[in-house]
């Protein structure tokens, strides 16, 4: 079975500081990771995702997220906020590659706030 | 990336009604799609596992009576809401999955 837990449903950050977005995750086997972005009303965009190579993972607008198995973390961060980036965040887990049958199990999800 | 269309992104209804929510994968065939509730300030619930061309899978606690999910070709996975209440009233999302997930763009419905 998989899990993730996102600490702080809510995020706030000004314009131009570090974005860090915690996600900590539960997996009996190898986990792969994904961090997905919604919009309001709108469905999820993969930011990025971790399949067992490289732990350091760059993803899409500059986003990128770090897989440490000795935390079990995989944390988001952005060096430089920016308002486009205000949005709710989920992290998400899987048994698998996300093909065919295996599921995505997700956190409750994190809103950030970009304030000027 | 690939393209999910869901159709329709709202939807009113008066209870008692049925409601159908397509899912289309636009550029790849998806064997299998899934569909998610998702509650306002809530994360994405997993209702249900589409197979195309077998019967879907249900999470424990989704009524299958209730939301009828339909698989019938490779690129098209539909979900009806049937008599609906106003209870039912929530963002839908649907994914379809090749080598990664890729999701619709939601489906809000509003029973009243």
């Known amino acids: 079975a998989q899990s993730v837990t996102q600490l702080g449903s809510h995020v706030s950050v000004s314009e131009g500081a570090l974005v860090l977005l915690r996600c900590n995750y539960s997996?009996?086997?190898?986990?792969?990771l994904f961090w997905y972005v919604q919009y309001p009303n709108q469905g999820l965009q993969l930011l990025l995702k971790?399949?067992?190579?490289?732990?350091l993972v760059k993803g899409i607008n500059g986003f990128e997220a770090e897989f440490k198995k000795s935390e079990t973390s995989f944390h988001l961060t952005k060096p430089s906020a920016h308002m486009s980036d205000a949005a709710e965040y989920f992290c998400?887990?899987?048994?698998?590659?996300?093909?065919?049958?295996?599921?995505?199990?997700f956190g409750t999800g994190t809103q950030l706030k970009v304030e000027l | 990336g690939a393209v999910v269309s869901q159709h329709p992104s709202r939807v009113i209804c008066k209870s008692g009604t049925s409601v159908k929510i397509e899912c289309r994968s636009l550029?790849?065939?998806?064997?299998?799609m899934f569909w998610y509730r998702q509650f306002p300030k809530q994360s994405l619930m997993l209702m249900a596992t589409?197979?195309?061309?077998?019967?879907?899978?249900?999470e424990q606690g989704v009524e299958k009576d209730k939301f009828l999910i339909n698989h019938a070709s490779l690129t098209l996975s539909t979900l009806t809401v049937t008599s609906a209440h106003p209870e039912d009233s929530s963002f839908y999302i649907c994914?379809?999955?090749?080598?990664?997930?890729?999701f619709g763009q939601g489906t809000r419905l509003t029973v009243v």
């Open positions: 994914s379809a999955q090749n080598t990664e997930a890729f």
């Open positions: 997996s009996s086997v190898p986990p792969y």
């Open positions: 971790y399949t067992s190579a490289a732990t």
């Open positions: 998400a887990v899987s048994g698998g590659v996300t093909g065919g049958g295996n599921k995505l199990t």
């Open positions: 550029d790849f065939q998806a064997t299998t």
């Open positions: 589409s197979n195309e061309g077998s019967k879907a899978t249900y």
